[in-house]
């Protein structure tokens, strides 16, 4: 892989130790991926933030990092493992608090947004078309090429901190080309109708699929939030970066997701009938999903703790238009700055089951909190726990 003379001098330890292992780092995924160079990224998003996901060992490399190193790009973090404002509060041990506290501190120290969220498109300037960045949350970075026109790889969160330090990335993969040709076509049979939905739809892809582009034939337009959990049932099962809509060449190989999949989809992965407590929130609620809340609810109130996960930005918006004190009254908790999958708080709240409307939050709350999880849309978790 060829480099400048100043990538060189950055690998060889003359701009800090910080960049010299960003670039190592680089070097070495530039090797195994045959890129020939590297280019400039326009953002960076980072994961890796919560102590869960990190423990001791990420602990102590971000503090030593951040005592050399400085993020030389626009960059976001992914969400902590509590809410950093109101963790006493939920119960969360002083000691795990000590260490999220540590590891939220080296980040910032590094120059990072405070942003704590999977959804670093919302509340922030996104990047002009076409942009390079270095995505590391999945769902975010699928949906950055398919929906923002970005190009990023799924970065881990070593390459998207080194890139974060740097501003570069190598040259493979999403970043070389514009001319992206699925491998598989999946023709949409049945009429798609929310979020559930199409998260039922990509976690069924990602099983059938590969590590290329996945077209859907029979899906014309998509709604944010919609491709938002497209994008999160699609980076849950498979390698895929992308997804085109309304996409119908000939000589690719076609599977059909018809109403038969969806059920089968939607059986393998909820475990229970009901939930003990209500999750939302995996990819963080948006601004719109917990206004369609409000309006879901029409003065009801759930019989039941309901636990709403969401960035302090969007929370702050929602604040400011008067939803969050409806949605309070109405037995709601908003957690910021955390994730349900990655947070001790979950087994703080000493349950069997648990209901969401989220096929990720469903497969990993299942995973790493070993508790029975419950699948259902929004709707329906309203009218069976709402009085």
């Known amino acids: 892989m060829d480099l400048t003379r100043e990538e060189e001098a950055g690998l060889d330890g003359k701009y800090g130790e910080a960049t010299s292992i960003a670039y190592n780092i680089l070097w070495s995924v530039g090797q195994l991926t045959e890129a020939k160079r590297l280019i400039d990224i326009s953002s960076a998003h980072v994961s890796g933030v919560a102590y869960n996901t990190i423990g001791d060992a990420g602990l102590k490399f971000l503090s030593s990092i951040s005592e050399?190193?400085?993020?030389?790009?626009?960059?976001?973090v992914n969400p902590t493992g509590m809410d950093l404002n109101q963790w006493k509060k939920l119960g969360i041990d002083p000691g795990y608090a000590e260490k999220q506290q540590t590891i939220v501190a080296a980040y910032l120290k590094l120059g990072a947004i405070p942003s704590f969220t999977c959804l670093p498109y919302e509340g922030v300037n996104v990047p002009k078309k076409g942009s390079h960045v270095s995505w590391a949350e999945t769902s975010a970075a699928i949906y950055a090429n398919s929906i923002l026109g970005l190009k990023t790889n799924r970065e881990s969160a070593l390459t998207a901190l080194a890139s974060a330090i740097t501003g570069k990335i190598p040259l493979s993969d999403f970043h070389k080309t514009d001319a992206l040709k699925p491998n598989i076509i999946i023709k949409v049979h049945p009429e798609l109708?929310?979020?559930?939905?199409?998260?039922?739809?990509?976690?069924?892809?990602?099983?059938?699929?590969?590590?290329?582009?996945?077209?859907?034939?029979?899906?014309?337009?998509?709604?944010?939030?919609?491709?938002?959990?497209?994008?999160?049932?699609?980076?849950?099962?498979?390698?895929?970066g992308t997804f085109l809509l309304d996409y119908e060449p000939s000589g690719v190989e076609k599977v059909s997701f018809t109403s038969t999949e969806k059920r089968r989809t939607r059986d393998d992965l909820s475990r229970a009938d009901q939930g003990d407590n209500v999750v939302l929130g995996c990819p963080h609620y948006s601004l719109a999903e917990i206004?369609?809340?409000?309006?879901?609810?029409?003065?009801?109130?759930?019989?039941?703790?309901?636990?709403?996960?969401?960035?302090?930005?969007?929370?702050?918006?929602?604040?400011?238009?008067?939803?969050?004190?409806?949605?309070?009254?109405?037995?709601?908790?908003?957690?910021?700055?955390?994730?349900?999958?990655?947070?001790?708080?979950?087994?703080?709240l000493d349950v069997d089951t648990i209901v969401t409307d989220s096929c990720k939050g469903c497969?990993?709350?299942?995973?790493?909190?070993?508790?029975?999880?419950?699948?259902?849309?929004?709707?329906?978790?309203?009218?069976?726990?709402?009085?």
């Not at 050399?68 to 976001?76: A, E, Q, Y």
């Not at 497969?363 to 009085?387: F, G, R």
């Open 68 to 76: 050399s190193g400085k993020f030389s790009v626009h960059t976001t």
């Open 193 to 240: 109708t929310g979020t559930l939905d199409y998260g039922l739809l990509g976690y069924y892809a990602g099983r059938v699929a590969d590590e290329g582009p996945i077209g859907f034939e029979g899906i014309k337009s998509i709604k944010n939030d919609e491709a938002k959990s497209l994008s999160a049932g699609l980076g849950t099962t498979g390698a895929s």
């Open 291 to 348: 206004t369609q809340l409000y309006k879901i609810l029409k003065g009801r109130k759930f019989t039941k703790r309901c636990l709403i996960f969401c960035s302090r930005y969007t929370f702050g918006k929602a604040n400011d238009l008067g939803l969050i004190g409806n949605l309070t009254r109405a037995g709601c908790e908003f957690v910021c700055d955390s994730c349900p999958d990655f947070t001790p708080l979950m087994g703080l």
């Open 363 to 387: 497969h990993y709350i299942h995973k790493q909190h070993s508790v029975d999880v419950a699948l259902m849309d929004t709707n329906q978790i309203v009218e069976e726990n709402c009085k």
